[in-house]
């Protein structure tokens, strides 16, 4: 099946593709884009255990080294004030992690962006195609409205004005019958009357969602650069009780990190099993939904030379209908006006109809080509197989940039803050008060000299 044009699947949709994937046996599963199937499903959720697996490892590392940093350090000799070795070490270490994390934020902006344009073109693809199905309706209830009044009127009034000449009154049923007849084919074009599915309606929940999505995702970037900017201050300070307050989020911003990592990878190998072939996906998945037949869905969905217009052989009778009634139209203005003048404003209103119908006629022919409506398929696809994906896999490297980052200050902050002063109670004294217990212990020396 070819591709709809401009869209080609991109070397990161060929690599995510080639990717293995297993169920919860690790049982080889097709990478081909099945999200119905159960073992499909497992291997994503695998995916997303896999980052859960990734947590529980890195939790059980930073317990571990802290655990053997505070019980495995030799003890300070007695009366010892100079900070034990390793300390600087220690906090430039948990300095340049946290401004990797906050060059992974800027990088999960971009990404976020990214994603949310993707899908905004996915969005506006949508809503076009609605538009130009409700436009088809539209046009042909129009229509056929107006040449269902034409017969039910002005035909009618023509056919009891000729009473007396039937060549005039056959020549009038002639164009009531190919009037029926053109109003009978433009009914079969209407081909989204009815139908279940609604782009409209699929565009607003795709916006939902993403609107969700992109929301939580600037919270959980901004929570991660505050967490970063108040660290680095608490450091910058000396605050101890800062510093522990925002360990504890350290801990809470990894747990998040690592659960996004998941969804993201989940969603990118997902979306690139569909991306690699979407079009044996999107045509069954239409059909189930709208009950359409082959030949409709094949022809805007692919719209290429091997496969022709399905309304083709109702255009065709329709325009030889349309001629048909033009022609008995003038033979009957020419013949009967002169003798019937009652019948010239129901001629002219019928020329009228004729002529709007017409041009409704015309946009339908270039409604129903199917340059629109695949134009939209191919916006879907490029927003959602090149935007969004690209914009997740930014998500991704922010992910693991934030994880590694909090993992990194998570064993080097409490490292950190046990080289602080031992309390910042007298940080602000001054030290020529009499109550200063520094001024105090020296004041007592220099009696005792005395």
């Not at 409604?367 to 927003?383: N, P």
């Not at 997740?392 to 990194?408: C, D, N, P, V, Y």
Request: proline residues 6%; hydrophobic residues 45%; contains cysteine.
């Amino acid at each position: 099946m070819g591709a709809p044009p401009g869209y080609r699947p991109s070397a990161w949709v060929h690599l995510l593709h080639q990717l293995p994937r297993a169920d919860f046996q690790l049982r080889p599963v097709p990478s081909g884009f099945a999200p119905q199937e159960q073992e499909y499903q497992q291997a994503l959720l695998l995916v997303v255990a896999l980052a859960g697996l990734g947590l529980g490892l890195s939790l059980i590392l930073i317990a571990a080294y802290l655990i053997r940093v505070c019980c495995c350090r030799p003890p300070e000799p007695p009366g010892s004030k100079s900070p034990p070795p390793g300390g600087g070490c220690v906090t430039w270490s948990c300095i340049a992690a946290l401004l990797v994390g906050c060059a992974g934020i800027g990088i999960g902006f971009y990404g976020n962006s990214e994603t949310s344009d993707g899908v905004s073109q996915l969005s506006s693809a949508l809503l076009h195609a609605n538009h130009t199905l409700s436009t088809i309706d539209h046009l042909v209830l129009e229509t056929v409205e107006r040449l269902g009044e034409a017969v039910r009127t002005e035909l009618t009034t023509l056919e009891e004005v000729f009473t007396q000449r039937t060549e005039l009154v056959a020549a009038t049923r002639g164009a009531r019958r190919q009037a029926e007849t053109v109003a009978q084919q433009l009914q079969g074009l209407a081909f989204w009357q009815g139908v279940p599915l609604s782009p409209l309606q699929v565009a607003e929940d795709v916006s939902f969602v993403e609107e969700y999505r992109w929301l939580a995702y600037v919270l959980l970037l901004l929570l991660e650069l505050l967490v970063c900017l108040f660290t680095l201050l608490g450091l910058a300070k000396q605050s101890k009780w800062l510093v522990i307050v925002m360990t504890v989020m350290s801990l809470v911003v990894l747990v998040l990190s690592w659960g996004s990592l998941g969804l993201e990878a989940a969603t990118a190998l997902g979306l690139s099993d569909f991306c690699s072939s979407p079009d044996t996906y999107v045509l069954n998945l239409t059909q189930e939904e709208t009950g359409l037949g082959s030949d409709i869905l094949n022809y805007y969905f692919l719209c290429n030379q091997a496969v022709s217009n399905p309304f083709q052989q109702r255009l065709t009778l329709s325009q030889r209908a349309l001629a048909n009634i033009h022609s008995q139209l003038q033979g009957l203005e020419r013949e009967a006006v002169p003798q019937f003048p009652s019948a010239q404003k129901s001629l002219l209103s019928l020329e009228e109809t004729l002529n709007v119908t017409e041009g409704n006629f015309h946009q339908l022919v270039a409604l129903l080509h199917c340059r629109s409506l695949h134009k939209d398929y191919g916006t879907a696809l490029r927003g959602l197989c090149e935007d969004a994906l690209e914009g997740l896999l930014f998500l991704l490297l922010f992910s693991l940039l934030s994880a590694g980052a909090l993992a990194t200050a998570l064993c080097s902050l409490p490292r950190a803050w046990a080289l602080f002063p031992p309390s910042d109670d007298y940080d602000d004294t001054d030290d020529d008060d009499p109550f200063n217990p520094q001024e105090s212990k020296r004041f007592v020396q220099w009696q005792s000299s005395i």
